[in-house]
């Protein structure tokens, strides 16, 4: 951990941060980089995402559910690929009014998610800045070499398949913006409903057990984080092929489904928004049995929500033959 | 590459970062993480560094310069271990008003660094930020199994040495720095001087072919990013040693000579100002010889500036015997 912080600050951070670095790969971090060795027949799986306070969370969040989430968006991108997530780095921009309290706050976040996810802290840099708070993290993973699951590899007539459930966090997060969505007034959900749908916002479920498990399996995989719509088409371009989605087979909550009943408009919403964390994955209808069971092992259910065409693009068709109009693309940061 | 960026921006995204990604490991930026093979015998090495406009580099600074330093502050870092660089992520979070003009000269500078170091990218994330321009980039490399330099490695009676120039790039930084620098006037330099100053703050030469060569050569190393003073102390600290460095000994540049003959008083800057990115290392007297070779083999000076002691902490003692006080520690940051 080096950078231009304040002074004295480098002994709160060597504090806060060395206890998540117990691993001997992360060399207390006394030095200039972590060392790890891969496993053997593995390939290594890195990726990177950032978050800025005010487009990817809100500032005055919790600390810890600021780090949490930071780190879970990585691991759902490790999980898309099928790698087992060993390690991750992590750097911090910090506004000069976060003081010890956030730090200590933020690094029992990690802690909690470390212990969950059996992640390690091997690295990063803190530094102040002028602008907001943001974040990055890298994760690393393993995979078997070749066995990686790619954007690429779906096939005609696959089945389109979907872990969990869809649309909570964009909902959720509608219910946290001023003003309308644009769509119905997400003001008219109950506080319930909101509250539970804000906490799938908050905190992601990334499916770290089902992606390797999904290995063999699934025949291309992505997760939902621009929204199932977006991702979906990612496949498909990825692919060379299409999809056909039948909006009503998919899986909402219970708060989600509550919501959909009284304004069946913000059906655009759930299939459009993103920040769902769940993965996306196409497979050959003879492994539906096997992807069924991937599931139930892994305490998560899985759902067919369509399947692979000729293409292109996407295509919503309800079950009554009406073709919907493709929801607009996620990004529906405020 | 993903993130929550302006609209329509994906395809320029994705035409200016792909050409840097064109190993098979980047998968075409396609997915959702980049995957390769770590060299048989060999562990990998990751390291990472956030830099803030404001804070690491001018807002104004051009956009091939800003990227080409944040690239090699961290091939430096792996160069410290002794490792190999290989492949790099970044993470780009831009303000609204960059354009595509700025994200084209940005990737021009990353491909000029490509090609110089033979690294590649490998993955990244890009977002728009309210705040500054920041970029993370993450490094990694390869190195031996167990032959990773570190810091705590010196033993007592090692001499210490240092790579190239020391205090160029904090000179060249305290000329571009509006009023004094709390020492003597650094306005007081000349054009042509400070011009030559402020390229090496503006963009370091990391050592990535001197680290690796020192392996089973030096007993600890770090490069030089928070100052000699500090990052000397950093070695001795780990190592539960003290040093003894001559700052008459330390090497200067021919510009950064005659600055210290005008103004002596800014010796203090040269040893505690930062942003070298030399490398400092230690090395048993016996490797004199080989240590030397390593330096020319590499076409930089490696130069003998001290020793490691019983300690505790860092001493500069002049020929003369007279000792120095301390100099303040880096973090000359505008």
């Known amino acids: 951990m080096s950078g231009a912080v304040r002074k004295g600050e480098?002994?709160?951070?060597?504090?806060?941060?060395?206890?998540?670095?117990?691993?001997?790969?992360a060399l207390g971090l006394l030095?200039?980089?972590g060392e790890f060795a891969a496993l053997p027949g593995h390939d290594v799986v890195v990726t990177t995402d950032t978050l800025v306070a005010g487009v990817h969370f809100f500032a005055a969040d919790p600390p810890g559910q600021i780090a949490r989430k930071a780190l879970r968006v990585n691991l759902s991108d490790l999980a898309a690929m099928g790698a087992v997530p060993r390690f991750y780095l992590l750097t911090l921009a910090l506004p000069e009014d976060r003081g010890d309290d956030w730090l200590k706050d933020f690094a029992t976040g990690l802690a909690n998610d470390q212990k969950e996810f059996s992640v390690h802290l091997l690295g990063g840099d803190t530094v102040t800045t002028p602008g907001p708070l943001s974040l990055t993290i890298t994760a690393l993973g393993d995979v078997r070499v070749g066995a990686?699951?790619?954007?690429?590899g779906a096939r005609e007539g696959d089945s389109v398949y979907v872990s969990g459930t869809?649309?909570?966090?964009?909902?959720?997060?509608?219910?946290?913006?001023?003003?309308g969505s644009g769509l119905d007034d997400t003001r008219k959900i109950d506080d319930a409903?909101?509250?539970?749908?804000?906490?799938?916002?908050?905190l992601p479920e990334p499916r770290t057990l089902l992606g390797p498990?999904?290995?063999?399996?699934?025949?291309?995989?992505?997760?939902?984080?621009?929204?199932?719509?977006?991702?979906l088409g990612h496949i498909c371009t990825a692919s060379g092929l299409g999809a056909t989605v039948d909006p009503g087979g998919v899986p909402l909550s219970a708060p989600a489904r509550s919501v959909l009943d009284a304004q069946p408009g913000l059906l655009e919403l759930v299939l459009g928004g993103g920040d769902d964390y769940e993965l996306l994955f196409t497979a050959d209808p003879e492994n539906a049995g096997a992807v069924e069971r991937a599931g139930r092992d892994c305490g998560v259910d899985v759902t067919r929500i369509g399947a692979m065409t000729a293409g292109p693009g996407v295509t919503f068709l309800a079950a009554d033959g009406s073709v919907m109009p493709l929801p607009r693309p996620g990004y529906v940061h405020f």
Chains 1, 2 share one sequence.
Do not use: M, N, Q
């Not at 869809?166 to 003003?179: C, E, K, N, S, Y």
């Not at 409903?193 to 908050?202: D, G, I, N, P, V």
């Open 213 to 231: 498990r999904l290995l063999g399996l699934a025949s291309a995989a992505i997760d939902v984080s621009d929204g199932l719509a977006a991702d």
């Open 10 to 25: 480098f002994a709160l951070i060597a504090d806060v941060f060395a206890p998540l670095a117990a691993r001997p790969e």
């Open 193 to 202: 409903a909101a509250k539970a749908l804000r906490r799938r916002y908050y």
């Open 148 to 152: 990686a699951l790619r954007r690429s």
């Open 31 to 33: 030095d200039d980089a």
């Open 166 to 179: 869809i649309g909570d966090a964009a909902l959720g997060l509608a219910t946290l913006r001023d003003g």
